[in-house]
């Protein structure tokens, strides 16, 4: 995907506020995590597709890191070996 085409798209603006969010030393992962179960079960469902995309960009071996996130990689790497086994249907 084109740099541009990223950029402009919903989902990158969306990553930035969530970016936003999470650039703060409030920011509480567990609060969090809870909140999203208040989602209807379809953004769930699309919220837990989403997630795993992300491991999956992070376990990819040609992904650039330094110290500060090659544990992300890393775990993200032993996750996919049980996520890759997982169909995660659109309901």
Known sequence: MERFELENSR??????ELARALNDYGWNEKRFALATTTFHK???QTLFRTI???LKVYA???????LRNEASKEGAK??????????????
């Open 11 to 16: 989902e990158f603006k969306a990553a930035q």
């Open 42 to 44: 379809t953004l769930q």
């Open 52 to 54: 795993v995309e992300i």
């Open 60 to 66: 990819d071996p040609q992904r650039r890191t330094d």
């Open 78 to 91: 032993k996750l996919m070996e049980v996520l890759e086994e997982l169909h995660i249907p659109f309901i």
